[in-house]
């Protein structure tokens, strides 16, 4: 990723995500409009079906974003130990994409069981979910802590490049 300054860089970053995130909500707006208008209705209609199939997808996707997260720490430790600010953020940069994007894949899988069962444990389980991706939100504080910046870069970094302005 080019980008001239930190501010660009952050700006850059905080768009990817939340452009990405936006579009199940706007998948889950959609349904929901769909089942209150009565224009669609549930294609499993078994209650048990249902409870089993939400709390099965709520399990595979709580693996699968740990298993995200635990791959995102490993990999943010080695980040930290290169030597370079540009090197690391740009790397980083792909650790936070890769975290974003297997966020949406959880959000699109209970989507679509949302959209198959029109159980309400699919959008209890998409809160979790979007409560845990901006629990992971990318500030510039954990920014610093995640890569262990000191000194001059970690001032660089919280004031977005605004501390070496002249």
């Not at 297997?102 to 069981?113: C, E, N």
């Not at 309400?120 to 629990?135: D, E, H, K, L, R």
């Not at 610093?144 to 870069?153: A, N, S, V």
Request: proline letters at 2%; aromatic letters at 20%.
């Amino acid at each position: 990723m080019n980008f001239s300054s930190l501010k660009e860089y952050f700006y850059r970053l905080y768009n990817y995500g939340l452009t990405r995130m936006l579009i199940p909500m706007i998948g889950f707006l959609a349904v929901y409009y769909l089942f209150l208008t009565k224009q669609w209705f549930a294609l499993i209609d078994n209650e048990e079906m249902n409870s089993w199939l939400w709390k099965f997808f709520a399990f595979l996707i709580f693996i699968m974003l740990t298993i995200v997260h635990w791959q995102s720490v490993r990999t943010l430790n080695k980040i930290s130990s290169r030597v370079g600010l540009g090197l690391k953020l740009e790397e980083y940069y792909s650790v936070v994409r890769a975290k974003t994007n297997s966020y949406v894949w959880a959000a699109f899988l209970l989507l679509t069981g949302f959209f198959c069962t029109a159980d309400q444990g699919f959008s209890a389980c998409f809160g979790v979910v979007i409560i845990w991706y901006w629990m992971q939100w990318p500030l510039p504080r954990k920014v610093c802590r995640q890569l262990k910046l000191r000194g001059d870069e970690r001032e660089m970094v919280l004031s977005k490049g605004e501390a070496f302005r002249f």
